[in-house]
């Protein structure tokens, strides 16, 4: 299989500084988005961090030891952002999740409510599940997903990348079909724009078509939030045989 991946990112139409971050390495299949929390440099400087961590990777090893090197890159991003908000005595941190493609299997990895979703023969689904107060208080029954958008608590995290000593993260394995499309973002698009929009955005004929009209609606809409996305598309590659006179 071949992967195509376009990236954008925006700070929207009410902040001046964006604190997402994310990374497109298409020569290894492995994408990232980060949200930063902690106000401007700090929360920029931490999404960075992951994305940084994540960008230094080697992955030039056996396919059985790239998830665990996934998840000590986080770990060590994780390690940094904790102790650097330590140290400067502020608070920091950052939502993540992570994709890598591989020989037809998809890792998914997270930490936050920056979302993962596939979209294959026209369904669209949410691979991750958000680490978030409201999310907790629907899989309890206490909420429905209708009172969770209004909810006061609506914005907090019950997970972060950097808030924590020790690292809560959830993992996802898949199986990966030719067609499939791959959605990365942070939640400035999904505050505003509902997935039946993002379904059909992401039925347009290419990735660089789908990722400026993410980000286009998001701004149609508002855009009270940074808005990042990254759109990889799964395609079949094709061998050309020469046959020789």
């Given at each position: 299989?071949?992967?195509?991946?376009?990236?954008?990112?925006?700070?929207?139409?009410?902040?001046?500084?964006?604190?997402?971050?994310?990374?497109?390495?298409?020569?290894?299949?492995?994408?990232?988005?980060?949200?930063?929390m902690g106000g401007h440099a700090n929360g920029q400087w931490a999404?960075?961090t992951v994305a940084d961590h994540f960008a230094a990777l080697d992955?030039?090893?056996?396919?059985?030891?790239?998830?665990?090197?996934?998840?000590?890159?986080?770990?060590?991003?994780?390690?940094?952002?904790?102790?650097?908000?330590?140290?400067?005595?502020?608070?920091?941190?950052?939502?993540?999740?992570?994709?890598?493609?591989?020989?037809?299997?998809?890792?998914?990895?997270?930490?936050?409510?920056?979302?993962?979703?596939?979209?294959?023969?026209?369904?669209?689904?949410?691979?991750?599940?958000?680490?978030?107060?409201?999310?907790?208080?629907?899989?309890?029954?206490?909420?429905?997903?209708?009172?969770?958008?209004?909810?006061?608590?609506?914005?907090?995290?019950s997970r972060a990348v950097g808030t924590e000593a020790t690292l809560?993260?959830?993992?996802?394995?898949?199986?990966?079909?030719?067609?499939?499309?791959?959605?990365?973002?942070?939640?400035?698009?999904?505050?505003?724009?509902?997935?039946?929009?993002?379904?059909?955005?992401?039925?347009?004929?290419?990735?660089?078509?789908?990722?400026?009209?993410?980000?286009?609606?998001?701004?149609?809409?508002?855009?009270?939030?940074?808005?990042?996305?990254?759109?990889?598309?799964?395609?079949?590659?094709?061998?050309?045989?020469?046959?020789?006179?």
């Open positions: 299989m071949r992967y195509r991946s376009a990236l954008r990112t925006h700070p929207g139409s009410v902040r001046q500084v964006n604190e997402d971050a994310a990374l497109a390495r298409d020569d290894v299949a492995l994408w990232v988005v980060a949200d930063g999404s960075q992955l030039a090893v056996p396919p059985a030891e790239r998830g665990p090197a996934m998840i000590a890159a986080l770990e060590a991003g994780n390690a940094a952002i904790v102790n650097a908000a330590a140290a400067s005595g502020v608070s920091m941190g950052t939502t993540a999740v992570m994709l890598h493609l591989e020989a037809g299997h998809v890792l998914c990895l997270w930490v936050g409510d920056s979302r993962i979703y596939r979209f294959r023969r026209g369904g669209l689904v949410q691979i991750t599940r958000d680490h978030s107060v409201v999310q907790e208080l629907i899989d309890r029954g206490s909420l429905t997903p209708e009172e969770a958008e209004s909810h006061p608590m609506a914005h907090v995290l809560r993260y959830d993992v996802v394995n898949d199986a990966v079909m030719p067609g499939d499309t791959y959605l990365l973002c942070s939640d400035g698009l999904t505050k505003v724009v509902p997935e039946d929009v993002i379904a059909r955005l992401l039925r347009l004929p290419s990735v660089n078509a789908a990722a400026d009209r993410l980000v286009a609606e998001t701004l149609q809409r508002g855009a009270p939030d940074n808005v990042t996305v990254v759109v990889v598309s799964v395609e079949e590659a094709t061998e050309v045989t020469r046959l020789e006179p």
